[in-house]
């Protein structure tokens, strides 16, 4: 494979132009990952003569810090031809129209009678608040069992102990972390009906403020109905292989206390999940089970079924959007221009059992918030401490700021609410359509994704990490590609998938910095606050 920086054809942009990357000095920067957690330790400053707008107010930020008001279009939104059942999360302080049902959806919603009657659930996540989070469940669905699947560890554990003492209907289940910097950082909900269940994926933590003015992805399934006794006795590869891959996801866990869910998994009919399921488990995987899992799984499922390369070729770049980064080494070759744009950059093949062939790579553009970005939004520099990336990472690979874009979400009313999304998908160069698309709880970590050791025989993943990826042909109305689907969008003939943000992107301009969460930021913020940590 070629070491070289990737080609930058079809950049599928505004503004600045990527340049070729740089590199660090330091070879042994540890493989860590930036952990989301409650931010450095800030004094927050009032300052009394700055005027900024509201939280209520509905406007964007351009790269100047100037805003303009935004003006939702008086039609409704379209609903497209399919689907996806991709949603994004209600966001306070936006107009109502960008919170409709068509594209927007809170965990009270996910949770309501209105999805079905409620017999038990269980809550895969990375923070936990449980009185906060039993409030979010119906009244009468309380006292249901509630499984909760968390990572947490010493204080942590105690803590959760105690706040799940008034609830006798919860179990705790610790996932086991054995290798260092790994964190429980799936987000996901198993939730039991009396008529079926449902698998809802989603980047949301479970606490209050993950849930009010920051975006968010949800991937919602629809109801899966129970199988005859005869069915559920048998393997089933039909679809999109989503009730296996799942079920071996749910394996890797280990202990028993998954075991009542493994079984509910078997005896219901996943077949109508249109999405595939991209996760990580941690561990050092060689052989078959290196492709199981992290950029490698989903190496695998592009080159067995994502679009070929007749149709999307190194014109059409690829797009990762996240809310923290890590170490990922001195210089871009070592790992994300390298293994890790390769993967995301897989075609489909046809033929069985051809071999991955190297070509040009496509462009590659990170979303990333500016330090502007995060200074403008809803909640000001608060939003900041939910990005973490340090800025002794950041000085270790400067060269990531040539693929930085904005985060900027005009199209759908959420420039000013701070990304927690994480999202990554194939741009056609005229940027009117997505090859696919994928939502996941992984950010640009190599903790998260995975990094190839012992000479590409191994494949070293620290976290776990759940998402699923939207392929056209899976679709009910199979196709070749998906439209780009936003608020704003009209009827398409195409599957459609609401891009999470503006598309064209738009690149950092000179004076543009990367969001650095523990570094000192004194121009007031939204609320007039300054960043002291």
């Not at 209105?114 to 006292?143: C, H, T």
Request: proline share 7%; glycine share 8%.
């Amino acid at each position: 494979m070629e070491s070289r920086l990737p080609e930058r054809p079809g950049q599928c942009s505004s503004g600045s132009t990527p340049g070729k990357a740089g590199g660090g000095q330091d070879r042994n920067d540890k493989d860590t990952d930036e952990i989301e957690m409650q931010p450095p330790v800030t004094k927050k400053a009032k300052t009394e003569s700055t005027s900024m707008p509201s939280t209520s107010a509905s406007t964007s930020t351009s790269s100047d810090g100037t805003t303009a008001e935004i003006k939702p279009p008086a039609s409704s939104p379209a609903s497209g031809v399919s689907s996806p059942l991709f949603y994004l999360t209600k966001v306070r302080g936006i107009p109502d129209y960008y919170n409709n049902p068509n594209m927007a959806t809170g965990i009270k919603d996910i949770l309501s009678p209105s999805m079905g009657e409620l017999v038990a659930s269980a809550q895969f996540n990375y923070m936990f608040d449980i009185p906060w989070l039993m409030q979010q469940y119906p009244e009468s669905k309380r006292n249901m069992p509630l499984l909760i699947v968390h990572g947490e560890q010493r204080e942590g554990l105690i803590r959760l102990k105690t706040e799940a003492k008034p609830f006798p209907n919860i179990k705790l289940f610790q996932a086991k972390l054995e290798i260092m910097f790994g964190t429980h950082h799936s987000k996901m909900m198993l939730i039991a009906y009396k008529e079926g269940m449902r698998v809802v994926i989603h980047t949301a933590n479970l606490i209050a403020k993950d849930w009010d003015q920051k975006t968010q992805g949800v991937w919602i399934s629809p109801v899966f109905h129970q199988l005859t006794s005869a069915a559920a006795s048998q393997t089933s590869a039909e679809g999109t292989g989503f009730k296996q891959d799942l079920l071996d996801y749910l394996q890797a866990y280990g202990g028993t206390a998954l075991n009542e869910w493994k079984q509910r998994l078997k005896e219901h009919d996943l077949s109508s999940a249109r999405v595939r399921l991209i996760a990580s488990v941690p561990g050092a995987h060689t052989g078959a089970n290196m492709h199981k899992w992290g950029h490698l799984k989903l190496r695998k499922v592009l080159l067995q079924h994502g679009p070929p390369s007749s149709s999307v070729d190194e014109h059409w770049p690829v797009v990762g959007q996240f809310s923290s980064i890590g170490s990922l080494g001195p210089s871009s070759q070592q790992w994300l221009s390298s293994e890790w744009l390769l993967s995301l950059s897989t075609n489909g093949r046809k033929e069985a059992g051809a071999a991955v062939t190297m070509r040009k790579y496509p462009n590659l553009q990170l979303v990333f918030p500016t330090v502007e970005n995060v200074r403008n939004s809803l909640e000001g520099y608060m939003a900041g401490g939910s990005i973490p990336y340090a800025l002794k990472t950041a000085q270790k690979q400067p060269y990531l700021n040539d693929y930085l874009c904005h985060w900027k979400a005009d199209s759908t009313g959420r420039s000013r609410a701070a990304p927690h999304i994480k999202t990554y998908m194939r741009v056609s160069p005229d940027c009117s359509k997505l090859a696919w698309f994928l939502v996941t709880s992984a950010n640009l970590s190599k903790a998260a994704w995975g990094a190839l050791e012992k000479k590409g025989t191994q494949l070293k993943i620290r976290s776990y990490e759940i998402g699923v990826l939207y392929l056209p042909s899976d679709q009910e109305t199979p196709g070749s590609s998906f439209a780009v689907k936003s608020a704003l969008s009209g009827e398409s003939t195409e599957p459609q998938i609401l891009a999470p943000f503006d598309i064209p992107l738009t690149g950092y301009a000179k004076e543009d910095k990367p969001w650095i969460w523990d570094a000192k930021y004194f121009k007031p913020d939204s609320k007039g606050n300054m960043w002291t940590p």
